[in-house]
Nanobody, 124 residues
Framework: QVQLVESGGGYVQAGGSLRLSCAAS????????MGWFRQDPGKEREFVAG????????LYADSVKATFTISRDNAKNTMYLQMNSLKPEDTAVYYC?????????????????WGQGTQVTVSS
């Protein structure tokens, strides 16, 4: 059983930056592809970015590929999401998730474990 804990969310003005972290425990971190998702109230959870087990392959939603960067440190059992040039439409609860596959996938149902989420609020 893998436990995931997100941190780093907060309140930022448009154009600002935040760095989210996802700390994993209870499993072998480098045997999971990892992903970030986000969800606004009343909307479906959507894929943001994903990273392969080794970190060598990444995947992004079109809306963030120019401004967000996903990375992982397998020695620290931690994944990151660097978010730059934030916009009000990036406001959401951000979740990290673990997938037993080698490469990241975009669909919520493909992921086996989820964190509790961290709120990101971007003001205009």
């Amino acid at each position: 059983q893998v436990q995931l804990v997100e941190s780093g969310g907060g309140y930022v003005q448009a154009g600002g930056s935040l760095r989210l972290s996802c700390a994993a425990s209870g499993g072998i971190f480098n045997t999971y592809a990892m992903g970030w998702f986000r969800q606004d109230p009343g909307k479906e959870r959507e894929f943001v970015a994903g990273i392969s087990r080794s970190g060598g392959s990444t995947l992004y939603a079109d809306s963030v590929k120019a401004t967000f960067t996903i990375s992982r440190d397998n020695a620290k059992n931690t994944m990151y999401l660097q978010m730059n040039s934030l916009k009000p439409e990036d406001t959401a609860v951000y979740y990290c998730a673990a997938d037993r596959s080698v490469f990241p996938r975009r669909t919520v149902r493909d992921y086996d474990y989820w964190g509790q989420g961290t709120q990101v609020t971007v003001s205009s």
